[in-house]
T-cell receptor, first 109, second 115 residues
Framework: GQNIDQPTEMTATEGAIVQINCTYQ??????LFWYQQHAGEAPTFLSY??LDGLEEKGRFSSFLSRSKGYSYLLLKELQMKDSASYLC??????????WGAGTKLIIKP | ETGVTQTPRHLVMGMTNKKSLKCEQH?????MYWYKQSAKKPLELMFV???????ENNSVPSRFSPECPNSSHLFLHLHTLQPEDSALYLC??????????????FGNGTRLTVT
């Protein structure tokens, strides 16, 4: 079967750096997405990786290794507003989006 | 108004009720989706409409009935639901359908409680 694994919950300190990992086993690969979802709100698009390497967008970066079935989302200079769930999703060979259960990130002062 | 709008934000209904969820997108997108989100579980795709035509129905029980009158509006009609249907129902849109690389734009969802 197809599967996306992410840690259920992580805690980090304001101003620090945190890395959220995502590993996947899917039938084919056509891109990986990261979304942020604050409690009670809509998931919002953060990044898209289809080739190996690092994509940087301000304080957020996303890395992909297709050979390892692995991605991470790196958040720098953490702010309290970064407390949210982070969802990893992979598009498989049939262009179906396979979702992880999300990682709840708690930021402490 | 911009983005994807869902109404109502909260809905409590009995198992014998009939209700509808509404979604409207103001982005000019061609594809619209219904997802179910339960606590600590991955998003579950329910229905996909591409250019108003239903292209996906992921074995969703018939007590959920979608309707897409045009490319900007999507409804989810609910009847004789079960308590396990209680969840957050998210509507989303994208520029292209499932085969494209464009991201999904989500609404804030309807929190449904079935009593």
């Amino acid at each position: 079967g197809q599967n996306i694994d992410q840690p259920t919950e992580m805690t980090a300190t304001e101003g620090a750096i945190v890395q959220i990992n995502c590993t996947y086993q899917t039938s084919g690969f056509n891109g990986l997405f990261w979304y942020q979802q604050h409690a009670g709100e809509a998931p919002t698009f953060l990044s898209y990786n289809v080739l190996d390497g690092l994509e940087e967008k301000g304080r957020f970066s996303s890395f992909l290794s297709r050979s390892k079935g692995y991605s991470y989302l790196l958040l720098k200079e953490l702010q309290m507003k970064d407390s949210a769930s982070y969802l990893c999703a992979v598009r498989d060979s049939n262009y179906q989006l396979i979702w992880g259960a999300g990682t709840k990130l708690i930021i402490k002062p | 108004e911009t983005g994807v709008t869902q109404t109502p934000r909260h809905l409590v209904m009995g198992m014998t009720n009939k209700k509808s969820l509404k979604c409207e997108q103001h982005l000019g997108h061609n594809a619209m989706y219904w997802y179910k989100q339960s606590a600590k579980k991955p998003l579950e795709l329910m229905f996909v409409y591409n250019f108003k035509e239903q292209t996906e129905n992921n074995s969703v029980p018939s007590r959920f009935s979608p309707e897409c009158p045009n490319s900007s509006h999507l409804f989810l009609h609910l009847h004789t639901l079960q308590p396990e249907d209680s969840a957050l129902y998210l509507c989303a849109s994208s520029q292209d359908g499932l085969g494209g690389s464009s991201p999904l734009h989500f609404g804030n969802g309807t929190r449904l409680t079935v009593t």
